[in-house]
Each structure stands twice: as structure tokens, then as C-alpha cells.
């Protein structure tokens, strides 16, 4: 079973030995990213996206660590926007893309296959182009002869897990620009201030008695770790969440969205994975608690139950109110069946601000989470041999 060793998360000097490409002082950067961004969107003229008309439909293509802007999007424009957002790893460009229409493409490193194929491919058609990645690449390469808008994503830029916010930002300013979502400018200083904020809370010299993202490793540490959002918001937030345990922590994590994932995942709680097959403590029969791991076996990972709630309704709504309640009842379905659970609820604000609260959170909890089980959180040699693997066969490499 998998073992956190706390005193690797506490002492800021391990922390950095662990740390080979300071994973922690990037994401600590989430608010100034947010604040350079604004600046460099402006300065590329973003409000010059789709050449300041607003087209028929939107396509943003978007995969690995960069994908969660595809998915931010989608949620913003859904409730409102006029016209549709859809979202594309690779290669076809669906047949009705074409010059009424508006392609986003987001690669950090601007190199990415699938949005570098798609960006080409829309080029070619003679679509509105905007992408945001590095300068002086394939990807900035390809909006240039399209005449399109291409934002840089700055210096210093590494890993797109630790800069979402480079990515993120130009998107949320083309899409208030051309009215897919309201995220007036007013919203970005706020943004960045909770980032600032969490970036503080969850600093590498808080212990972790008092550090709610050292608090989450720990907890989850021993779990077979499932994310719900209570909500659609939330629900995005889970998705990265899931893929964050798994890419930096290397911790298998499965996400879903309330209502619809509750049946599932309450399902889960008569496994193998729950105390007794899901009857609590009380259904632990046969469980010998004098047995020894290393003659006997270790024990197995238990559940656990990581829930990123959404602040509150103010004024409250009966929809509010109706999805409080079924998160509560799971959650005490969960504490009675002995599943692990763990509660993130976020400030009032602005959907975005309460957003990039909860993915803040779980960015910095999944990479103290790897540091403890002694794991890099930037570098998989299992990814690093897969690509080789692909480039000597001259194929694209995984997102």
C-alpha cells in the first residue's frame, strides 16, 4: 500500500531536492501568469480575434495538461453563449469549419501534434484563427500566415500542468470579447488574487497541520482516490483534479459529476475497496488486526472520496438547495460505508475565481502528494520512454 512520509512535505529543503523542476514555485506563479497574460493578450490584440465579428461556431483544440482550457470554455459558453463550442484533440477538422467559423488552438509548447494539425488544417480553409503558445513556433507559425491571433504564453514556461494560467487567460479575455461568456476584465485582478491567495495557504513552509493541500496528500495518500463535483463548475475542476493525481502523482484517479456520477460512484462502496464490502467498520469480520504487513502482505488501499463542492447560492435556489442535499446524503452513505472522505468547498465569487480556487487546491495537494510517495511530480520516465517509442517509429508522441 502506498505510504506518504510527511516529513518529506514539511521540510522545505527536501521539498526542493524532490522537486527537480520546482514544480511548487510554478504553480505558485498561477497569479502572476493570470496578471502577465492579460498584458500579453492585449498587447498580440486579442480584441481583433475573428477579426472582431463574432463567428458562427467556435472549435478549440486542446489535449494533455492543456485540455482543461477546452473543458473551462465549454462550461462558460454553454449557459449563453449564441453560438457553439466544440472541442477537438486531432485531426479531422470537422467538414462544416470553414471561413464563418473560429478555431482556438493551445499547445505551450507550440509543437503539440494535434493542435498544430488543426491550426494548419483551419488555415488552410481560410478560418479564424487564435492560439496561444510559445513564440517562434509551428503552432505561432501557422495564426501568422493565417493572419490570425497568436498569444504568447512568455518565458519560463515549462510544464503545461504548472501553467495553466498562460493558457487560460487569453481564451477567458477572446471570450468575453466575443461573447461567448461573461469574464469582464474586472474578473482578472480577482482571479489572480485568489490564486495569490491559495498560493500562500498551501506555501512549502506550511506544516501540514495547518496546510490543507499537504492536509489532502496525506489523506489521500492511502486511497484509491475518486473526485466528484457537486456541480458542473465543480465538475470541471474534478476532471483536472483526476488527471493531476494521475499524471504528477502517478495515483490511478477516476472524476465524475453529481447527479449523474452518484449511482456509480455510490455503487463503489459495496467493493473490495470499502471496510467489510461497504459495511463500515462493523463489517470488518475475518480481518485479522494483529496481522503482520510484511509476513502477511500489506493491507490493500482503501476508498477515497475527494468532493469539491461549489460555494453556496446566494440568494439560495431550490436547485442550490436540491443538490446540497444529495451531496450531503452521499457523502454520509460514504463516512458509513468507511470510505476516506475529503471535503474542498469554495469562496463566493466569480465562477471562474471559485473555479481556480478548487484547481489550486488539488495542483498543489497532488504534487506534495508525489513528493511524499517519493515520486518526481515533473518528470515519468514511463511517458519519457513512450514518446521515444513513438518518435522512432515516426509517430505523434501521446499527449
Request: hydrophobic letters at 45%.
Amino acid at each position: 500500500m502506498p505510504s506518504l512520509e510527511e516529513s518529506w512535505i514539511d521540510d522545505p529543503e527536501e521539498l526542493r531536492w524532490r522537486d527537480s523542476r520546482d514544480s511548487l514555485r510554478s504553480l505558485a506563479t498561477a497569479g502572476a501568469q493570470v496578471r502577465e497574460a492579460v498584458t500579453l493578450s492585449r498587447e498580440a490584440g486579442v480584441e481583433r480575434v475573428a477579426y472582431g465579428e463574432r463567428p458562427r461556431s467556435v472549435l478549440v483544440a486542446a489535449l494533455g495538461g492543456s485540455s482543461v482550457v477546452a473543458d473551462v470554455l465549454e462550461l462558460l459558453a454553454e449557459p449563453g453563449s449564441p453560438v457553439p463550442v466544440t472541442v477537438r484533440r486531432n485531426l479531422p477538422l470537422p467538414g462544416w469549419v470553414g471561413p464563418l467559423d473560429l478555431v482556438i488552438a493551445v499547445s505551450l509548447s507550440g509543437t503539440a501534434d494535434g493542435p498544430v494539425a488543426i491550426a494548419r488544417e483551419a488555415a488552410r480553409r481560410g478560418t479564424a484563427l487564435l492560439t496561444v503558445g510559445a513564440d517562434d513556433s509551428p503552432l505561432a507559425e501557422a495564426a501568422h500566415r493565417a493572419r490570425g491571433v497568436h498569444v504568447s504564453v512568455g518565458r519560463g514556461r515549462t510544464s503545461s500542468r504548472t501553467s495553466l494560467w498562460s493558457l487560460l487567460t487569453p481564451v477567458l479575455l477572446a471570450a468575453d470579447v466575443l461573447g461567448l461568456a461573461d469574464v469582464p476584465d474586472a474578473v482578472f485582478p480577482q482571479i489572480a488574487a485568489r490564486l495569490d491567495e491559495q498560493a500562500e495557504t498551501c506555501r512549502p513552509s506550511s506544516e501540514s497541520f495547518v496546510n490543507p493541500a499537504k492536509l489532502m496528500a496525506v489523506q489521500l495518500a492511502e486511497t484509491v482516490p475518486v473526485v466528484l463535483g457537486d456541480n458542473p463548475l465543480t465538475g470541471v475542476a474534478a476532471r483536472r483534479a483526476a488527471s493531476m493525481l494521475a499524471r504528477t502523482a502517478r495515483m490511478p484517479a477516476t472524476w465524475g459529476e453529481l447527479p449523474d456520477a452518484a449511482s456509480q460512484v455510490v455503487a463503489c462502496f459495496d467493493g473490495p475497496f470499502t471496510a467489510g464490502g461497504g459495511q463500515g467498520l462493523a463489517g470488518r469480520t475475518g480481518m485479522d488486526i494483529f496481522a503482520d504487513p510484511f509476513l502477511d502482505g500489506p493491507a490493500q488501499p482503501s476508498l477515497g472520496l475527494l468532493m469539491l463542492r461549489d460555494a453556496p447560492s446566494d440568494p439560495p435556489t431550490p436547485e442550490g438547495d436540491e443538490a446540497a442535499a444529495l451531496t450531503d446524503d452521499l457523502l454520509a452513505t460514504a463516512r458509513q460505508a468507511d470510505v476516506r472522505v475529503v471535503e474542498s468547498i469554495a469562496a463566493p465569487g466569480h465562477p471562474v475565481v471559485r473555479l481556480a480556487e478548487h484547481i489550486a487546491m488539488v495542483d498543489f495537494a497532488s504534487t506534495y502528494l508525489a513528493i511524499g510517495l517519493g515520486v518526481d511530480p515533473a518528470v515519468s520516465p514511463h511517458v519519457a520512454d513512450l514518446r521515444d517509442r513513438r518518435r522512432g517509429r515516426g509517430r505523434p508522441s501521446a499527449g
